[in-house]
């Protein structure tokens, strides 16, 4: 009966303690709606700065009436600040499913830069009309200095006009992209008062001029990409002093003059292309101390030099090296074959003579090589299991004294574009056919001093003997000189 007793008091006082847990839910879900609310200038801010973009029959008081709460915009994001809601990341454009697009007609409203606590603001796809062009505007981003740390513009081919000068005021930002927009002008100077930048992204627009020396200035920088402009004018020699710089594209620019030297301080850089410039002045030693470095693409400049000069073994972590149409010159460098991550060599198109290492074979993670187009000689002699696995991912085409040896071809997986090599192909470009010639030419001197000697000796003269006895003496010697040789 005691025990019942207990078993039935336990039961009230649990029952008590959850009664007692759900009011007070109960009591602070209604204390933090009661506070989340939002300032009536923030939410006219936000529904006019969305309709300026999207379009006038967009009515946000009507479709969210609490765009911060439990009628949430998709692209929108809020915090709680001081007992009201602040918009503090705004995306606009088909980022998402559900996303807003834009019009035909957008534009920038000056209550955009109402929302005073914006920290990130993205337009992605937005204005695309080729009917209706669109500047970028030059006032009002000072109010968004204090908060703004991501500005973003990405494929807006319909934005036109300068960059902004002003930019160079948002001193919070942390990344700045302008990506796959119609945006040109020079590069301010200005740009390096952006001291916090961990990404500048500037690339596919229509850039001109230098590449400002201020850029040394972004110590902080983790991403830099200019690619695809038409930046011209030499590398400035700062950009050798971004230390934390972990990837560099500087591509399809008009970029010439040497690669700096200061280039060699970049440790920690992964991605390094330069390609598609006009860079000249051969492949820079400082390159080698840049051991952190994963991807070097420098194709398509006029480098030239001897690509032997260069000890590759120093870049123990490069996977991808594309060094095609540079006007390099020497052999094939077996310190590149101690390269045990590499998986794509590209050499195409240079003045590489020599022959081909067998080791390359060997190398464990190489998936691909392409020395198509230079002067490469002698054979071939990898197995067919290598032209299996490589494929067409192994170009050698266009070296005119290269062959392959046709007879470690099982299945007819020989390299495309190269010829097998012919029993006379094969003396020649293995040397043999030189070094038979120059013993035999040794063994005729040989014989004509001999045969002078042996007719002297004999008392005759040379021109005594002829017809037959001059055949079988010629003939005697000779197989005595071969039978000599053989042993």
């Not at 007070?24 to 936000?46: F, N, R």
């Not at 009002?140 to 513009?153: D, G, I, P, T, V």
């Not at 590499?342 to 464990?364: D, F, H, K």
């Amino acid at each position: 009966m005691k025990n019942n007793m207990k078993y039935t008091r336990f039961v009230i006082f649990c029952l008590i303690i959850i009664f007692l847990n759900l009011c007070l839910c109960k009591g602070e879900t209604k204390e933090v709606s009661d506070e989340a609310v939002m300032e009536k200038k923030e939410k006219e801010s936000l529904y006019s700065a969305i309709q300026g973009f999207v379009g006038s029959w967009w009515n946000g008081s009507n479709l969210y009436p609490d765009p911060c709460g439990w009628t949430p915009i998709q692209g929108v994001s809020c915090d709680f600040m001081n007992e009201f809601w602040y918009v503090t990341d705004l995306n606009i454009g088909p980022l998402h499913e559900n996303s807003l697009s834009c019009t035909q007609n957008p534009e920038f409203r000056p209550q955009l830069f109402d929302l005073k606590h914006l920290k990130s603001l993205t337009f992605f796809n937005c204005f695309t009309s080729p009917h209706n062009l669109i500047t970028l505007p030059t006032n009002n981003w000072e109010k968004l200095a204090s908060s703004l740390e991501s500005l973003e513009f990405r494929s807006n081919p319909s934005l036109i006009g300068l960059f902004p000068s002003i930019f160079g005021n948002l001193y919070k930002l942390q990344s700045l992209v302008l990506f796959q927009n119609g945006i040109s002008g020079t590069l301010p100077t200005n740009i390096g008062n952006l001291v916090h930048l961990k990404r500048l992204v500037l690339s596919e627009n229509n850039f001109s001029d230098r590449v400002p020396d201020t850029l040394g200035n972004l110590k902080e920088l983790l991403i830099l990409d200019l690619s695809r402009n038409s930046l011209s004018g030499s590398l400035p020699i700062s950009i050798g002093y971004l230390n934390s710089l972990l990837k560099l594209d500087l591509s399809n620019n008009g970029i010439m003059g040497n690669i700096p030297y200061e280039m060699g301080n970049l440790k920690n850089l992964t991605l390094l292309d330069f390609r598609g410039n006009n860079l000249s002045g051969g492949l820079t030693k400082s390159i080698e101390e840049m051991n952190s470095l994963q991807e070097l693409m420098l194709s398509g400049n006029s480098l030239g030099g001897d690509i032997a000069n260069f000890d590759w073994k120093k870049l123990q972590n490069l996977m991808i090296l594309d060094l095609s149409n540079l006007g390099l010159s020497g052999v094939f460098p077996k310190s590149m074959l101690n390269l045990k991550k590499l998986r794509y060599v590209g050499l195409s198109n240079n003045n590489l003579t020599g022959y081909l290492p067998l080791e390359i074979a060997n190398m464990p993670c190489v998936n691909a090589i392409y020395v198509n187009g230079n002067n490469l000689k002698g054979e071939l002699k990898f197995s067919n299991d290598f032209y299996v696995r490589l494929g067409r991912r192994f170009a050698a085409w266009n070296n005119p004294s290269l062959c392959y040896t046709s007879e470690l071809m099982s299945n007819g997986d020989s390299p495309i574009g190269v010829e097998p090599c012919k029993p006379e192909e094969m003396l020649v470009k293995t040397g043999l056919k030189t070094e038979l010639s120059n013993q035999n030419g040794n063994m005729l001197q040989e014989f004509n001093r001999l045969n002078e000697d042996v007719i002297s000796s004999c008392g005759l003269c040379r021109c005594g003997i002829d017809g037959v006895w001059w055949v079988i003496v010629v003939e005697s010697f000779m197989m005595v000189v071969l039978w000599n040789v053989l042993l």
